[in-house]
């Protein structure tokens, strides 16, 4: 099993920042990629941003220039650091990872329970 806990979520003013932490923890072999989506109340769950452990980053267009997703590999730890928000960026943030269990096993993900991030104008 895999636990992970966000923080750095919190209420900011439209044009500031904010910097996200998860950490992984449990037992597992390796963690093979780590990243964060949000969700809004009745809108679907979407990517922010993905980093694998080898440093290649997935992120979406409306984000780049805005957020920075970064990893550390030896804490098992990834961040998302968020400037210039706007009230669209208001929403749940989650954590994600992909671990495996023991080589040659299917990689599993795992999820956290979100921090609330409220950009107010």
């Known amino acids: 099993q895999v636990q992970l806990v966000e923080s750095g979520g919190g209420l900011v003013e439209s044009g500031g920042s904010l910097r996200l932490s998860c950490a992984a923890s449990g037992t597992f072999w390796t963690i093979y990629a780590m990243g964060w989506y949000r969700q809004v109340p009745g809108k679907q769950r979407e990517l922010v941003a993905g980093?694998?452990?080898?440093?290649?980053?997935e992120s979406t267009d409306s984000m780049k220039g805005r957020f920075t997703i970064s990893m550390d590999n030896a804490k098992n730890m990834v961040y998302l650091q968020m400037n210039s928000l706007t009230t669209e960026d208001t929403a749940v943030y989650f954590c994600?990872?992909?671990?495996?269990?023991?080589?040659?096993?299917?990689?599993?993900?795992?999820w956290g329970r979100g921090t609330q991030v409220t950009v107010s104008s």
């Open positions: 980093i694998t452990k080898s440093g290649n980053i």
């Open positions: 994600k990872t992909r671990v495996g269990d023991a080589p040659g096993k299917i990689a599993v993900d795992y």
